[in-house]
T-cell receptor, first 114, second 114 residues
């Protein structure tokens, strides 16, 4: 079956602009996560959805970051007034609900803020 | 404050020999640990996991060892193959607390040479 997909694969934007990053999880996976990976570091948790609701958004760095998952499937990460420090690879992962199932990651979106 | 640490940024091993990747954690509440492998321009791929009730889990050439008293885990790959060359991330989570987010280390780049 299809894995987690993310679009776009690359996004270059100018400081101050608004961007949207999209994630299509594996069909049937109710849990969805966003992570951010900066150069030389491991992925850093941003937000976790169980179904349509954000169960844990403690990793969002500030109020410029927002994510939605209106129908419990596709999720969009939105970044307002982008800053150069937002440049990173944004990873999405999904898993089956409950248990200790591993998270399956998408290929990521590389965001570059000029 | 890094809760998961991979102190070796890189490791070089000869093909056929054993690769040992190490990981330390500080939070004694972590109860589930995972190793992910990452190739360039791809998302992390799940490799192997271990629950805190075990001290060893084996899957083919990959074995993970957990030492709870030392808050240390290691991944053994034997025999190492050139295709194993990638960045390996250690991750920890608190399944029992209902937390599903993964806390990652910074990664270790493994190079397996002929």
């Amino acid at each position: 079956g299809a894995g987690v997909s993310q679009t776009p694969s690359n996004k270059v934007t100018e400081k101050g602009k608004y961007v949207e990053l999209r994630c299509d999880p594996i069909s049937g996976h109710t849990a969805l996560y966003w992570y951010r990976q900066s150069l030389g570091q491991g992925p850093e948790f941003l937000i976790y959805f169980q179904g349509t609701g954000a169960a844990d958004d403690s990793g969002l760095p500030n109020d410029r970051f927002f994510a939605v998952r209106p129908e419990g499937s596709v999720s969009t990460l939105k970044i307002q007034r982008t800053e150069r420090g937002d440049s990173a690879v944004y990873l999405c992962a999904s898993k089956l609900a409950g248990g200790v199932n591993e998270q399956f990651f998408g290929p990521g979106t590389r965001l570059t803020v000029l | 404050d890094q809760q998961v640490k991979q102190n070796s940024p890189s490791l070089s091993v000869q093909e056929g020999r054993i690769s040992i990747l190490n990981c330390d954690y500080t939070n004694s509440m972590f109860d589930y640990f995972l190793w992910y492998k990452k190739y360039p321009a791809e998302g992390p791929t799940f490799l192997i996991s271990i629950s805190s009730i075990k001290d060893k889990n084996e899957d083919g050439r990959f074995t993970v060892f957990l030492n709870k008293s030392a808050k240390h885990l290691s991944l053994h790959i034997v025999p190492s193959q050139p295709g194993d060359s990638a960045v390996y991330f250690c991750a920890a989570s608190r399944i029992s607390g209902g937390y599903n987010k993964l806390i990652f280390g910074a990664g270790t780049r493994l190079a397996v040479h002929p």
